[in-house]
């Protein structure tokens, strides 16, 4: 055993974590794809400063709205998307992922640069790690990345996965989660109620060695929506503990976390939103009533059915 105080053994070291990040590129999961749908994940975003829940939205061009409700932030404050989110805060991000080149990635952001700013800290900062700098050169043909122009807007791909929205046969959402140096396989699995062994099939390991900057797909369980393929929120699916909302912000959903029926009702901002009673009963969407008959008892419910071409669908 070499004696840690030694320096030698630390320049060992140090030069052996230098040669391996020359070498070695983080891994991250990639998911094959060959239809155009796009499907919901999430990204696992840790703040680099504080930040305005407006300016996190806007940083991946998501609803501020659905981003507090992901994290099931209280939406009810007044004025909540000014309302500032403390450094280091971790965020799950809900995003589309697309299918693009015969792989899952998401692409519907953009950043625009300002002064002072490097591809490395767009990427190792302002994303928290999801993308890197060589990633955001190859997606912008970059051939100088030392003269960025300012106001210049970039595109940012970013890692997701869906699995057909399963796990184990189970319904699923899938979190990009950048390994920091603190994890270990384990911590993350206990982390998000799920196992080693199904974070190494998911991710295709072939032992438990993480790395800093790997980018793992932890499947989350989720509730499944059964809207029909024609609305627009079709495949809408929510992690447990977490809310969605949709149909114009006129319609929240919620899974868990006694069951994981997802569960659907008007949203604390149905304000100017169109009438969600279903048909022939005075049941709003959300509603379960009991009725008694000579049959025995009837469990009646109003449940939301999607959003098609504008209008709140009831069943
Ligand atoms: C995806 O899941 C659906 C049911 O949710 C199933 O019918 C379909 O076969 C699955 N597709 C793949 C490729 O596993
Ligand atoms: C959902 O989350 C709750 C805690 O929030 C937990 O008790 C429950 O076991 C979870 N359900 C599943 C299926 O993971
Ligand atoms: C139906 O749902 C609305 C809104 O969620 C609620 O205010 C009302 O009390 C419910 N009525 C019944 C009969 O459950
Ligand atoms: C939605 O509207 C379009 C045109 O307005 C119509 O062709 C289509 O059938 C509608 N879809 C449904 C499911 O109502």
Not at 123 to 147: C, F, K, M, T, W
Request: with cysteine.
């Amino acid at each position: 055993m070499p004696n840690p105080e030694t320096p030698s053994f630390f320049t060992f070291l140090v030069l052996t974590v230098l040669a391996a990040a020359a070498l070695v590129t983080s891994k991250s999961t990639i998911e094959p794809c060959s239809n155009s749908d796009s499907c919901n994940a999430m990204l696992g975003y840790t703040l680099y400063t504080d930040l305005k829940v407006s300016e996190v939205a806007s940083l991946f061009q998501v609803d501020p709205i659905a981003l507090l409700l992901a994290n099931a932030i209280d939406i009810s404050y007044p004025d909540v998307e000014n309302h500032i989110l403390p450094s280091q805060l971790f965020l799950k991000i809900p995003i589309s992922c697309s299918c693009v080149d015969g792989i899952r990635k998401s692409v519907s952001t953009h950043y625009k640069t300002r002064p002072s700013d490097t591809l490395s800290f767009i990427a190792d900062s302002i994303y928290s790690g999801l993308v890197s700098s060589d990633q955001i050169r190859e997606a912008n043909s970059i051939s100088d990345p030392s003269v960025l122009d300012v106001g210049q807007s970039l595109t940012v791909p970013l890692p997701c996965t869906c699995f057909n929205g399963t796990d184990n046969g189970l319904p699923a959402v899938y979190l990009s989660y950048v390994v920091s140096d603190v994890d270990t396989l384990a911590g993350i699995a206990g982390r998000y109620s799920t196992t080693i062994t199904d974070l190494m099939n998911v991710n295709a390991m072939g032992g438990t060695t993480i790395a800093v900057g790997d980018i793992l797909a932890v499947p989350l369980p989720a509730c499944a929506s059964s809207f029909p393929r024609y609305a627009s929120d079709f495949g809408l699916i929510v992690p447990n503990g977490s809310y969605a909302i949709t149909a114009s912000h006129c319609v929240q959903c919620s899974c868990g976390p006694g069951n994981l029926n997802l569960y659907c009702m008007p949203s604390s901002l149905a304000v100017s939103c169109s009438s969600m009673q279903c048909r022939s009963s005075n049941l709003m969407v959300g509603n379960v009533t009991m009725q008694q008959s000579s049959a025995g008892c009837n469990v009646i419910s109003c449940k939301y059915g999607g959003f098609v071409n504008g209008s709140i669908v009831t069943a």
